[in-house]
Nanobody
Framework: QVELAESGGGLVQAGDSLRLSCAAF????????MAWFRQIPGKDREFVAA??????????YYDASVKGRSTISKDNTKNTVYLQMNKIGPADTAVYYC?????????????????????WGQGTQVTVSS
């Protein structure tokens, strides 16, 4: 049985840094692409970041809203994916979801889609106070 368990959310101050974690169980983690999405009430779940591989090297993709101040990383020894976010602001307030897919694509266009991912976590709330 596949399970993705997010942690690290909470109430943070604007300008602070935050690291979210997602532990994966029941998947061959090293061969899966992992991603983070987020959702604000009343809005669709949106892509934040994904990490996959190409020719043996990790490849990361980011949404423009977090690029340059966020880092997605993957520890295959711990079956865990992380999202480090710096200079966090009120616009980052959302429920953050971890996602996983066994499919591999060469284009970023596929990894930003909700429908690409087979497995999802329950989400962790991040609230940023200004």
């Amino acid at each position: 049985q596949v399970e993705l368990a997010e942690s690290g959310g909470g109430l943070v101050q604007a300008g602070d840094s935050l690291r979210l974690s997602c532990a994966a169980f029941g998947v061959p983690f090293s061969s899966y692409t992992m991603a983070w999405f987020r959702q604000i009430p009343g809005k669709d779940r949106e892509f934040v970041a994904a990490i996959t591989w190409n020719e043996g090297f990790s490849v990361a993709y980011y949404d423009a809203s977090v690029k340059g101040r966020s880092t997605i990383s993957k520890d295959n020894t711990k079956n865990t994916v992380y999202l480090q976010m710096n200079k966090i602001g009120p616009a980052d307030t959302a429920v953050y979801y971890c996602a996983a897919t066994s499919h591999w694509y060469s284009l970023r266009d596929y990894y930003i889609l909700n429908s690409t991912y087979e497995f999802w976590g329950q989400g962790t709330q991040v609230t940023v106070s200004s």
